[in-house]
């Protein structure tokens, strides 16, 4: 029987193993922006060259900003006998050239498949003198995605600056530090303390989140804080580590804040899982780490995008402090609210492709959901096995009954069955240009990376101000489209 051109293709599609255009990144990759964000920083690779190099140029190109990242440089020698002795030598070397306060060691593929016992290493070079803060995260990237990386690292380095040891260490100032904040807590005075692990968010959202602190009166720990060394002024002298980032000495007193906030309802989604089955602290996500060591109180919520999830943003700071949500933002919902019912007649029953990281997939349906847009795909290529179920508990029930949800896939998965979708759009990454291209339909740009057009980091997604923003570019993008493709040539619209 001759088998038609289609079923060759279902065929072909059915037993490849390849991945084509993952839909997700490297783990060291997330590891190392983490580090981007503490003060002093160097991010340094353990394995070879070309990790760190192509590492560098994705920074790069979406930041448009010097980013170093050192490597251990493996050679065929160093992959058979270990790669110990590059790593000393690599980590005196970075200390001498940058002069950092910290360095922070991610590994790679195949650092981790020969076991190099990078602790052991790192232990041995305790007594060597000029050496700054070692801290050292495990990222084989065949054991997660770039997200992985970069919550890992930043429990890493919470881990390493708040030990166990630090109450006792410093129980007369964590006293003072109580005792200060003994009037403020849940009142009305500028003490109260948090900490906030954003994630892996824009410069400007974490601008935005800055300011959002500032009015409300509080004073926060964000980590990681990049938004100044990786959208920084032009230099007069050449500067070894650009200026920015969460200070050291900030982040060891994160055990002293009032409470943390965690954005990322995966990622809270993983905590349970973690704590319903017992695992150990080396899965616990930084937040929690804090709660369960020194009883910080940790609230997880969603990206804030859109309406529902900035709201959820709020109460929660609202529930940690105490403090009121200031009528500047207030304000700025009303304008979206407004801004919803004005494009409702461009938006509704309109069909979008969201692929991504999963929290931000996450994030950006919710906020397509209350816009009247179906996201009719929604994607990842990381496979934490919480997609579906929080999709579940946010969407509206008649939404998340029309979408289709894919995680663990790549690009070629995701083209194939958004051709059954009939999107009129495509949101995530540059990476899906070339399947929005082969669709025929427009791609609204956000996340990371984006490497096909300027201000990339720029972009604002989260809060109402974020909403406003991403309300205003769908709609302008798809009213392009229809201008571009009519031949009477509209100029009202
Ligand atoms: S070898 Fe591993 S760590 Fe290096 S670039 Fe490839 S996926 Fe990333």
Not at 90 to 96: F, S, T, Y
Not at 273 to 283: D, K, M, V
């Amino acid at each position: 029987m001759q088998i038609t051109t289609d079923k060759k293709k279902k065929a072909l599609r059915q037993n490849y193993t390849a991945t084509q255009n993952a839909c997700k990144l490297c783990t060291p990759i997330g590891a190392t922006l983490a580090f981007q964000g503490i003060e002093g920083c160097i991010p340094l690779l353990h394995g070879s060259q070309g990790c760190s190099t192509y590492m560098r140029r994705y920074l790069i190109s979406h930041f448009k900003e010097p980013v170093d990242i050192a490597s251990s440089n493996f050679t065929e020698e160093t992959a058979i006998f270990g790669g110990g002795a590059n790593l000393k030598s690599a980590i005196e070397n970075v200390a001498r050239q940058y002069l950092p306060s910290i360095i922070g060691i991610a590994t790679t593929c195949l650092s981790e498949t020969i076991g190099d016992d990078v602790p052991m290493i790192i232990n041995s070079m305790q007594n060597c003198d000029n050496l700054p803060e070692l801290v050292h995260v495990s990222t084989a990237s065949y054991t997660g995605t770039h997200i992985d990386g970069f919550h890992n690292a930043i429990r890493a380095v919470v881990d390493r600056f708040n030990p166990e040891s630090a109450t006792l260490n410093n129980k007369d100032a964590q006293n003072k530090e109580r005792d200060k904040t003994k009037s403020d807590k849940f009142g009305s005075g500028e003490n109260i303390s948090l900490n906030c692990f954003p994630g892996m968010l824009s410069n400007e959202d974490i601008r935005y989140l800055k300011e959002i602190f500032s009015l409300m009166g509080i004073k926060a720990t964000i980590l990681p804080d990049y938004c100044e060394r990786l959208d920084g002024e032009p230099w007069i002298d050449y500067q070894v580590i650009q200026r920015g980032g969460t200070p050291i000495s900030s982040i060891k007193k994160m055990y002293q804040a009032n409470g943390s906030i965690e954005l990322g309802r995966i990622l809270a989604a993983k905590q349970d899982f973690n704590q319903n089955s017992g695992n150990s602290s080396q899965n616990l996500s930084a937040g929690e780490l804090l709660a369960k060591r020194f009883g910080v109180k940790s609230l997880g919520v969603g990206l804030p995008i859109g309406v529902k999830e900035t709201d959820r943003f709020f109460e929660a700071l609202e529930q940690l402090t105490k403090k009121a949500t200031p009528a500047i933002f207030l304000n700025e919902r009303g304008r979206l609210i407004d801004a919803y019912v004005d494009c409702n007649k461009y938006l509704s029953q309109k069909r979008a492709i969201v692929y991504g990281e999963e929290d931000l997939v996450v994030g950006i349906a919710s906020f397509l959901s209350e816009v009247g847009v179906v996201p009719v795909l929604c994607a990842s290529g990381a496979k934490s096995g919480a997609l579906k179920s929080v999709l579940q508990e946010t969407l509206p029930q008649n939404i998340f009954e029309q979408i289709i949800i894919k995680d663990g896939v790549d690009f070629m998965e995701i083209e194939h069955e958004a051709k059954e979708c009939d999107p009129d759009f495509l949101i995530g990454s540059s990476k899906g240009y070339a399947t929005a291209r082969r669709l025929d339909v427009p791609l609204v740009r956000v996340g990371f990376p984006i490497h096909d057009r300027v201000g990339g980091s720029r972009i604002l997604h989260i809060g109402y101000r974020g909403a406003q923003r991403l309300i205003d570019e769908i709609v302008n993008t798809l009213l392009e489209r229809r201008q571009e493709r009519s031949n009477i040539g509209y100029s009202y619209m």
